[in-house]
């Protein structure tokens, strides 16, 4: 009787060829792996910058530098110029209003002077003689028009009794012809009297007004000639600290130039210098803080110059409460100022890996914080300290913020921990 001789399922032949095709699938999977950047690197953790992402308050911070300086500053510029005939004071002294500072000597300003001088003298000298002869013509025209008014008088009376006695055909008509004539001729001739009179009055009183015009005019010139020679004696206009004085006897100073100026110290401000790219984002009423002795301080911005030079512009700044002790002008203060009110955002320290992704990826750790792998995420605004991440993080996360720059295009980072 024949047996039936089962045939084998998993042959020799068989199992090599499926182990020849598998290998082959490996070998074709991995070299797709690999060649198409999908790389891992082991590294050390302690070569790392491992941070966190928190949730927090988050505020536009730009660290800047200020220079403190006196509150108010007075310039002390060359109203006239001149010779320096005498210095009183030296460079740092504390003055009071109306000290003197130094005296220039300028001979042309005081020739003028006394050339203006002697012209108002002469104006004043000149309007009292037409004055007197105003006066004197003005009498004698008033003693004319008594005399006027007088033969008018007189012939007002006979005309009145001549036209009486010829109404009662006392006279002839030619005696009472006579008599109107000589009324008519003398009416005629106070009231050319008056006339001239009233106009001479007039003209007069116009003269003596342009007179006065032209002397008081005349006045204001001397006055201000007389300014400006008081002037090349520099006074103190306030209290206050002189500084940057360097003048010395005999050295000439032209009109505009600077002598030195009054430090008011009364107080401090601190002008700062930012960057021209904030420009737009400063204003009036931003704030900033600064560390003292120990201590915070907080500064608010009061004016803005919006000149750029060297690829920066300026601002002033004045304290906001207590100003500290021992604070000296010229001092440099390394402030943070603030672009932004404080919101509660997701934050990202800062670190050497945003050269590399320029912001747009990171290296965040697995949960078993073995391994680290490329996650895209969105970056907003930025601190001193911390980004402003939008999306692709949330808090909890551990994200390596330390260089990327040995690790190349790889894809995945095996952490080791020593």
Known sequence: MDRKIEKKKWSTKRLLTIGGITCLVLLIGGSIYFTSGKSKL?????????????????????????????????????????LVEAVYVEDGANLKKGD?????????????????ETAVYAA????????????????????????????????ERVYKLDKHLFDQKAIGQQEYQAAVNAYEYQLN?????????KQDTALVKQQNIQAQEQYAQMKNTLDLMRKKVSDLTVVAPRDGQLSSMDSEVGQNKNKGERLGQIDVLTGYKVRVDIDEHY???????????????GKTYTLVIKKVFPQIANA?????????????KGIRRGQT????????????????????????????WVFKLSEDGKTAYKVDIQMGRQSSDNYEILGGLKPGDKV??????????IQELILNKN
């Open 400 to 409: 390596i913020t330390s260089s990327y720059e040995t690790f190349g295009d």
């Open 100 to 116: 003197k500072i130094l005296k220039l000597s300028n001979t042309d300003l005081e020739l003028n002077l006394a050339n203006q």
């Open 333 to 360: 203060l390394q402030i943070l100022l603030a672009l932004s009110d404080a919101s509660q955002q997701v934050l990202l320290p800062k670190g050497g890996f945003i050269e590399k992704t320029g912001g747009n």
């Open 189 to 197: 001739r106070k009231r050319l009297t008056q006339r001239i009179l």
């Open 42 to 82: 082991s590294v050390d953790t302690e070569r790392l910058t491992i941070s966190t992402v928190t949730k927090g308050p988050f505020q536009v911070t730009v660290p800047v530098n200020g220079s403190v300086m006196p509150i108010t500053t007075i310039y002390l510029d060359a109203v006239e110029g001149g």
């Open 312 to 324: 920066k512009f300026q601002v002033d700044m004045q304290f906001v409460g207590e100003v500290p």
């Open 279 to 293: 420009l737009p984002q400063v204003y009036n009423g931003l704030k900033g803080t600064f560390d003292f002795a």
């Open 124 to 155: 004043q000298t000149q309007m009292q003689i037409s004055q007197n002869n105003a006066t004197s013509n003005t009498i004698n025209k008033l003693n004319q028009m008594a005399d006027v008014d007088n033969a008018f008088k007189e012939a």
